[in-house]
């Protein structure tokens, strides 16, 4: 059984998309190591790649051309620093070089080497082939695919995944919610408890914690920095960034100058009954309009989805527990985990393949998962919760205006965020016994609708409010 750990649903990327920028981004890393082994990387004199399908049609909103020479100049995602990234592009495009893995200086031309190709390959909705050739002439050809979330395969393993590969085996090898229950019941613990117990089959306590206490850094940073970027979006659409309006209207006059400091002053705020919902959204806006400006957020499980766990578990540390402490984010981050990696056994996390029902959807039922656990939910509560928010998301297209991850993108995470407090909430006023909607059902019930949806919904810029609304109205 394939284990995923909290650290595959929840890495640490640049935005605007983690299947069309983060993964071809890692695909393009990936490529060099294939170079660097067949110990041909010195020999390389000219790259040319390929995006196909909806990395064709919406890759340039998505900076797919971005991400895939940054990758090949060896930048990390992770660490490379934002502000430089205009500055490689810019020097690329003008001198016609890239200099690969900051090694070997090979002609490149943006315009021509890059190819976005809108027929699909046969494996996935987001498929590239990374070409290069040789001093003597010969070709390394390879494909990959970028699958949802950051997460990249190789055609040779996407073909295998029927499965012959093998994973390393966790001590609660859980592949839905039903065993997740079984295993709880059985061990008399929470679900993050299990997942902390599989977590240490990778790694250290203390490389679980650093990792998670990164994770939380970025998340609250890209809440920070929206909250504190004033004007508009890049792109075209003219977008007006909104979460600093709203901010610099909740927050009163209470100094600060970190965010640390910042949460405590939001605290401190007399927060009003009908304003509580506006801080959520404010939270999530800022995320994904942070994302939107390919900034640094952290896939949760995916970037255009990334504004709604943050938000959620910051509604937790500044509404419901003022005394909440890394502690309560550890465990928040790990049942979130575990439930978007039950939609990605079951299902998919990929709006190319399921619309945004597999990203904001999913989104929204690990953060409902995760703050029903905080709130002292039974994990059969925990379980319901992922179930109603996933339920109220069943069907919701990914069309975005433009191929940006804009309109309606960086709204529908707030409303993603106010879905998960809701489903918490009703989660933890009723009785699992008379809960009629498994979580399993509606994971499976989620995949039949992606495999039923038309293609014009999943993430192609050919249907719904992509086509419906005209760049010149925006």
Not at 183 to 195: A, F, G, H, L, M
Not at 215 to 225: A, E, G, P, V
Not at 337 to 344: A, L, R, T
Request: aromatic share 6%.
């Amino acid at each position: 059984m394939e284990c995923i750990s909290v650290f595959d649903m929840l890495k640490i990327g640049v935005g605007p998309s983690s299947s069309h920028t983060l993964g071809p981004w890692r695909a393009a890393e990936q490529f060099i190591k294939v170079l660097q082994k067949k110990k041909v990387f010195k020999s390389v004199r000219e790259l040319r790649v390929e995006a196909y399908g909806s990395l064709a049609l919406t890759g340039k909103g998505h900076a797919t051309d971005i991400a895939i020479m940054m990758g090949l100049t060896g930048a990390d995602p992770v660490t490379v620093a934002i502000e430089s990234i205009d500055g490689i592009i810019q020097g690329i495009k003008e001198q016609k070089v890239l200099n690969l893995n900051q090694s070997l200086e090979v002609p490149f031309n943006p315009a021509t080497d890059i190819v976005f190709v809108r027929e699909f390959l046969p494996f996935h909705a987001n498929g590239m082939i990374f070409i290069a050739t040789l001093a003597n002439g010969k070709k390394i050809k390879e494909t990959y695919y970028s699958i949802g979330g950051g997460f990249v395969v190789k055609e040779e393993m996407a073909n295998s995944k029927r499965k012959k590969e093998v994973f390393k085996t966790f001590p609660h090898p859980i592949k839905n919610g039903a065993e997740l229950l079984a295993t709880c019941k059985e061990e008399n613990k929470t679900i993050s408890e299990i997942v902390l117990e599989n977590e240490r089959s990778l790694r250290s306590d203390a490389e679980i914690d650093k990792g998670l206490q990164h994770i939380w850094d970025t998340m609250l940073s890209s809440m920070y920095i929206g909250c504190h970027t004033e004007g508009h979006l890049p792109g075209g659409l003219n977008v007006r960034r909104r979460a600093y309006d709203s901010h610099k209207k909740l927050k009163g006059d209470l100094p600060y100058s970190t965010p640390e400091e910042w949460i405590e002053t939001i605290r401190k705020t007399k927060v009003r009954f009908r304003s509580i919902f506006t801080w959520v959204s404010c939270f999530a806006l800022s995320v994904n309009e942070v994302n939107a400006s390919l900034g640094r957020v952290v896939t949760a499980p995916t970037n255009g989805s990334a504004g709604v766990i943050p938000a959620v578990l910051m509604y937790y540390m500044v509404i419901e527990n003022h005394q909440a402490n890394f502690n309560h984010i550890k465990q928040f981050l790990l049942v979130a985990g575990e439930v978007g990696s039950i939609f990605k056994k079951g299902a998919t996390i990929s709006a190319a393949m399921g619309g945004c029902q597999a990203e904001i959807g999913v989104s929204s039922a690990m953060a409902a998962a995760a703050l029903t656990e905080l709130l002292g939910g039974s994990p059969e509560q925990v379980l319901m919760a992922a179930e109603i928010a996933m339920e109220h998301h069943l069907g919701l297209t990914c069309d975005p205006i433009g191929g940006l991850v804009q309109i309606p993108c960086i709204e529908r995470n707030a409303m993603g965020a106010i879905k998960a407090i809701n489903a918490a909430e009703l989660a933890l006023d009723t009785d699992p016994a008379n809960a009629k909607v498994p979580l399993d059902m509606v994971v499976n019930t989620m995949w039949e609708t992606a495999k039923d949806m038309s293609t014009k919904y999943k993430e192609t810029s050919t249907g719904g409010l992509a086509v419906g609304v005209f760049l010149s109205d925006c």
